[in-house]
């Protein structure tokens, strides 16, 4: 006999929860595995390198100077290989699989939101033009969405939950961490200044505040007992909450460009075509909409008109602007990218609010009123594609998915990878020639890759030469290297890392490079 056709709740439940997010996450897995099939031996090399170490024995924060977060700095990946061998492959997998989750979480934030479909997958849409997948991210994503959905719900677990998010973050990326711990008290702060004036019906915002720091206490506390364990939660306290807000935005950031230098020299409609079209104008995008979100949302509160998603509108626009430190603290189009992983749901919401508002227009309007607003909305469609960039975002995203068995596969193949990966034999092979197993090198050209590829242990706690640029830290590498003495010292890089932000590592370390020039002789150029 035939089964009775599954109930349309049980269905739109097995939809959301199980079948569109298993969809989501395959194609941002297809469209992203092994998308640069080069080695980038500065960035991957922030990872393999300490894991190269502390699968030796090195501990975090007393070993190693973690910039991002111990796990996302190399930890989780030595535990992995651990378990599943030591291999490069491990730490690209990771990233993948863990980024992928990222279009998941913009779909349950976008369900959280609108409680639609639709909606919510025209925000993980709107998620891959804004954001590229990114592990560190979508902790903070999930709080975002389990933040709300407390809030709306009234939901004490799903509070606490999103707390474990922050508290894992903050060892996974220091930083999320830190603007998801921000965001969340922040936004429970407004709310309860929101209430005053407005009626919310929802959790208590104090309560919210309470059940969140209670589920950032829960998700810290693993990697608190492991830290003390080893000793080294005192290192974790100074090197996260006093050194790298001391010296981060020396060593690791960039100023805003000027942004209207073109139009003061050459002012033309060429010019300003170059302005929107291109990445300028997406520098400011996401100031931009958090701007006019913030502007609404206190129209709305001191109309006393607020309802539901203007509380949604609040709290994203609130968990954005913190997350905006990162962008502005290394103002580059990259890290403007990276930080926009909420403006895409944003941007929908409001979005949603304008519909709304036309709506309105439209039923108390005449025939010219409506001529209006078809018009506009025609109007408006071209304009957002080009703006950001969507039918050549759409396409990449299509282009890569389909391409997806043949760069797993290892069948298409870019030139430059080969040419990376003959260096990367070349050199670590010159160095174990060099050195025994066991033996430090030490490398001055921002490729901590090759610690992990020849399988040589650091002698000092820092693998980028920026963050060993501080007199303090000149002085503890000097006098690391002299107690250990390597044979082996890397000092330049084809593909010019050893140039970070175009100052070369000689101008930006100068007494950690007279000490090399003093001690050490040039012996041998490998592949540049």
């Known amino acids: 006999c035939m089964r009775r056709p599954m109930a349309r709740p049980a269905a739109r439940s097995l939809a959301t929860v199980s079948i569109l997010p298993a969809l989501i996450y395959l194609f941002s897995y297809a469209s992203t595995a092994q998308l640069s099939q080069w080695i980038d031996l500065?960035?991957?090399?922030?990872?393999?390198?300490?894991?190269?170490?502390?699968?030796?024995?090195?501990?975090?924060?007393?070993?190693v100077f973690s910039l991002h977060g111990m796990l996302e700095d190399g930890?989780?990946?030595?535990?992995?290989m651990e378990l599943f061998g030591r291999s490069l492959d491990i730490a690209v997998m990771r990233s993948v699989v863990l980024g992928s989750f990222l279009g998941v979480a913009i779909w349950f934030l976008g369900l959280a939101?609108?409680?639609?479909?639709?909606?919510?997958?025209?925000?993980?849409?709107?998620?891959?033009?804004?954001?590229?997948?990114?592990?560190?991210?979508?902790?903070?994503?999930?709080?975002?969405?389990?933040?709300?959905?407390?809030?709306?719900?009234?939901?004490?677990t799903a509070a606490v939950l999103s707390g474990v998010f922050a508290g894992v973050a903050l060892f996974f990326s220091y930083e999320i961490g830190m603007y998801t711990i921000a965001g969340a008290?922040?936004?429970?702060?407004?709310?309860?200044?929101?209430?005053?004036?407005?009626?919310?019906?929802?959790?208590?915002?104090?309560?919210?505040?309470?059940?969140?720091?209670a589920g950032t206490v829960l998700g810290a506390a693993p990697f608190v007992v492991y830290l003390a364990m080893n000793g080294a939660l005192d290192d974790f306290l100074v090197t996260s909450f006093v050194t790298i807000p001391k010296i981060i935005d020396a060593v690791w950031s960039l100023p805003f460009p000027d942004l209207v230098e073109t139009f003061r020299r050459d002012l033309n409609l060429h010019t300003l075509a170059d302005f929107?079209?291109?990445e300028k104008f997406h520098l400011i995008l996401s100031p931009l909409t958090i701007v006019v979100a913030a502007i609404y949302s206190i129209d709305r509160w001191l109309r006393r008109r607020t309802d539901t998603l203007d509380f949604a509108l609040i709290v994203l626009t609130v968990f954005a602007v913190v997350a905006q430190r990162t962008a502005f603290g290394r103002a580059s189009f990259r890290h403007q990218y990276f930080a926009a992983f909420l403006i895409g749901p944003l941007l929908v919401l409001l979005t949603v609010l304008v519909v709304r508002m036309l709506r309105d227009v439209w039923r108390s309007g005449g025939q010219g009123t409506r001529a209006?607003?078809?018009?506009?909305?025609?109007?408006?469609?071209?304009?957002?594609?080009?703006l950001f960039w969507i039918p050549d975002l759409v396409n990449g995203r299509l282009h890569e998915f389909?391409?997806?068995?043949?760069?797993?596969?290892?069948?298409?193949?870019?030139?430059?990878?080969?040419?990376?990966?003959?260096?990367?034999?070349?050199?670590?092979?010159?160095?174990?020639?060099?050195?025994?197993?066991?033996?430090?090198?030490?490398?001055?050209?921002?490729?901590?890759?090759?610690?992990?590829?020849?399988?040589?242990?650091?002698?000092?706690r820092f693998y980028q030469v920026p963050i060993l640029s501080p007199r303090a830290f000149q002085a503890e590498t000097i006098g690391a290297l002299e107690k250990a003495r390597p044979k082996v010292v890397i000092r330049r890089s084809p593909e010019l890392f050893d140039q970070f932000d175009g100052v070369t590592n000689d101008l930006r370390a100068q007494a950690v490079s007279a000490y090399l020039d003093d001690t050490y002789r040039f012996f041998r150029s490998v592949r540049g």
């Not at 930890?75 to 992995?80: S, T």
């Not at 008290?185 to 915002?205: C, Q, Y």
């Open 42 to 63: 500065f960035h991957r090399g922030e990872s393999i390198g300490p894991a190269s170490d502390y699968l030796r024995g090195k501990v975090p924060f007393r070993d």
């Open 75 to 80: 930890l989780l990946d030595a535990w992995l």
């Open 113 to 156: 939101v609108f409680r639609s479909i639709p909606l919510a997958l025209l925000c993980v849409a709107m998620g891959s033009w804004t954001t590229a997948e990114n592990n560190r991210t979508l902790f903070q994503v999930a709080a975002v969405a389990l933040f709300w959905h407390a809030l709306r719900a009234r939901s004490r």
């Open 185 to 213: 008290l922040a936004a429970a702060l407004l709310l309860w200044i929101a209430s005053k004036r407005v009626p919310w019906d929802g959790l208590s915002p104090a309560r919210a505040a309470a059940f969140f720091a």
């Open 276 to 278: 929107v079209v291109w």
């Open 372 to 386: 209006f607003v078809v018009s506009l909305a025609v109007a408006a469609v071209p304009v957002m594609a080009v």
């Open 402 to 460: 389909i391409r997806y068995s043949g760069r797993i596969l290892r069948v298409d193949r870019e030139p430059q990878a080969e040419e990376v990966q003959w260096r990367i034999d070349d050199v670590s092979a010159g160095i174990r020639d060099l050195t025994r197993r066991g033996e430090p090198i030490f490398d001055f050209s921002n490729q901590p890759a090759f610690y992990f590829f020849a399988d040589r242990p650091n002698p000092t």
